[in-house]
């Protein structure tokens, strides 16, 4: 058969109709099946039925387009809200914690007696992981300042409220940190007696540490590691520590094993307030001299009287102070 254009040649693809063509085909063909009565389909009657075709497909596309489009916006704000709801969350967790963390080493590690200043909030998680009411004081928004307390909760609502001078004027050194960033909380030391008289005395206390601490390291009832000696060199060690050992040395040889103290956070000018030791030599009276050691230590009276005292195993004893350590108690003032 020859080839007349009436039918495709192989493997040559016909371009694909357009949107008008075909709908006014199908215009066409369904007018032919479905003929209406006075009806004389004319080319310019065609072009209506045809623009009204295109009109009405038109307008479904774009319903459809603009439905698809409100749908993916509003599962981008739904996604939107639920991130930042989560992130809030997540903040508000975390300054939780935090607050949870320092009210447990508060009541873990500051001596009983001593006054905390804090906001409406850590009063309250204070007052939850056991302190007393009557030894907090409560900063409202209309408090002037944390004076009257020995140590204040530095968290971000009173450093808004007080800003600089928390750090400059009521109370410049932090005894103990916890968490990062907006949600961290500073323990702070109060100068009742303002900065500079802080500053004086804690470098005066400083210089009475590193005296006393050079006695012992030259006390013979005394052994201790390279690491212990440096430490009381530097005058980081507690001064009812250092006036502790010297008592008990006093009494028997001991073995200084180690300083410590569980303070996360503290400024280099703090220092620290455990120790653990051991008689100078081991042996079967070895026990029964760490049990001595024990009940010397137990019978003290405040301020020589250790927050903790207890065995480790039967071979050692491990002594803390409270928080904070006092100052000019070696020299008397």
């Known amino acids: 058969m020859a080839d007349n254009g009436a039918w495709p040649r192989a493997g040559v693809r016909r371009p694909e109709p357009s949107w008008p063509t075909v709908i006014a085909t199908t215009v066409r063909l369904w007018l032919h099946r479905h003929p209406v009565a006075g009806l004389k389909v004319t080319g310019w009657r065609l072009l209506a039925l045809v623009a009204c075709a295109v009109l009405a497909v038109s307008a479904a596309i774009a319903a459809v387009a603009i439905g698809s489009s409100s749908t993916t916006a509003s599962s981008a704000r739904s996604a939107g809200r639920a991130n930042s709801g989560s992130q809030i969350s997540a903040s508000l967790q975390a300054a939780t914690a935090t607050r949870t963390s320092a009210a447990q080493w508060i009541t873990a590690q500051v001596g009983p007696n001593a006054i905390v200043a804090c906001d409406p909030a850590m009063c309250a998680a204070l007052q939850a992981s056991g302190v007393g009411a009557g030894r907090l004081l409560v900063l409202g928004t209309s408090a002037s300042d944390p004076l009257g307390s020995d140590l204040v909760v530095a968290t971000p609502a009173l450093r808004n409220q007080f800003g600089a001078r928390l750090a400059s004027v009521y109370a410049p050194v932090v005894i103990a940190s916890f968490g990062s960033g907006a949600t961290r909380i500073d323990i702070r030391a109060v100068a009742a007696d303002g900065t500079a008289a ?55 040889p001991l073995r200084i094993l180690a300083f410590g103290d569980p303070s996360p956070g503290a400024s280099a000018a703090i220092p620290l307030r455990s120790v653990e030791m051991a008689p100078a030599s081991a042996g079967t009276q070895a026990a029964a001299r760490l049990r001595t050691m024990l009940s010397f230590l137990r019978a003290q009276q405040v301020p020589y009287l250790p927050m903790r005292a207890v065995l480790v195993g039967q071979s050692a004893l491990s002594v803390e102070y409270a928080a904070p350590s006092p100052l000019g108690l070696l020299s008397g003032t």
Do not use: E, F, H, K
């Open 198 to 252: 802080y500053d004086s005395a804690l470098a005066a206390d400083r210089g009475a540490r590193i005296a006393a601490g050079g006695q012992l390291i030259d006390n013979r009832r005394i052994t201790m590691s390279a690491a212990a000696q440096a430490v009381l060199r530097a005058g980081r060690v507690d001064p009812r520590l250092l006036a502790m050992l010297a008592a008990l040395a006093a009494q028997q």
